[in-house]
């Protein structure tokens, strides 16, 4: 039978676990909300503050920025892995190739945070994520290749475009972050450019950005000027 003792112990034990766990979400939300508003390179003590935690306590769930950075966005991390893994699956690898680059940049628009922390990639400070680099690496040229041999993508195309693609659209949604339209219209262009023959299926509705809306860095010191749409 437990003594009182070791009743509270476990007691105890269990609500510190609890604590533990509800400080980790909170600096991971945290976390989500400062890189969206501020980059990845907004300082730890921000995401703490914004957590309603002390320093030391973030520091103790994630050592580094790298951690928190991979942390804040593991889930979309992982479902670019598993969407990567799906695409190479696909019978189709004309399918699979633009559920990849669907599924990326949904991921870019939908968490403001995300574009910067794709484009990092997360330095490779162990051997296990380089290793994950480089095998991704290879997973995107076989699909390339795959896609090629089928006819569906143009022979000219370089796994180096995807990745030029993925960046054209990650600065797209960091300069126009409410603009979905914008967004998913850019990618259908860009995937019927990838095609080998031409490809005149309907475009997603337009974007209601107009040349004087053109969102323009700030001048320094000064507010960003907001996008105007007709």
């Known amino acids: 039978m437990a003594t009182e003792s070791s009743r509270n112990t476990t007691a105890r034990d269990t609500t510190v676990r609890a604590d533990a766990r ?18 990845i390179d907004a300082p730890m003590t921000t995401v703490a503050r914004r957590a309603g935690v002390g320093v030391a306590t973030l520091y103790r769930h994630f050592p580094t920025r790298e951690a928190l950075v991979r942390g804040a966005f ?36 939908e968490e403001r945070g995300f574009p910067a922390a794709f484009l990092d990639a997360f330095p490779e400070t162990t051997a296990a994520h380089a290793r994950s680099r480089e095998q991704a690496e290879r997973d995107v040229t076989a699909l390339v290749r795959r896609a090629q041999a089928s006819g569906a993508l143009r022979p000219d195309f370089h796994p180096s475009d995807l990745v030029v693609a993925l960046v054209a659209h990650c600065g797209l949604v960091a ?56």
């Open 22 to 39: 509800r400080n980790r979400e909170r600096l991971l939300a945290a976390a989500r909300a400062v890189f969206a508003e501020h980059g």
């Open 74 to 109: 593991a889930r979309q991390m992982e479902t670019c892995g598993r969407a990567l893994g799906d695409a190479l699956a696909a019978d189709d690898p004309w399918t699979g190739l633009t559920h990849l680059v669907e599924t990326v940049c949904a991921l870019q628009r």
């Open 175 to 230: 300069a126009l972050p409410d603009d979905a339209r914008a967004s998913r219209r850019l990618v259908a262009y860009l995937l019927q450019s990838f095609r080998a023959a031409p490809s005149a299926g309907p475009l997603p509705p337009p974007s209601g950005l107009t040349l004087r809306g053109l969102p323009l860095p700030p001048p320094e010191g000064g507010a960003s000027r907001t996008p105007r749409r007709s």
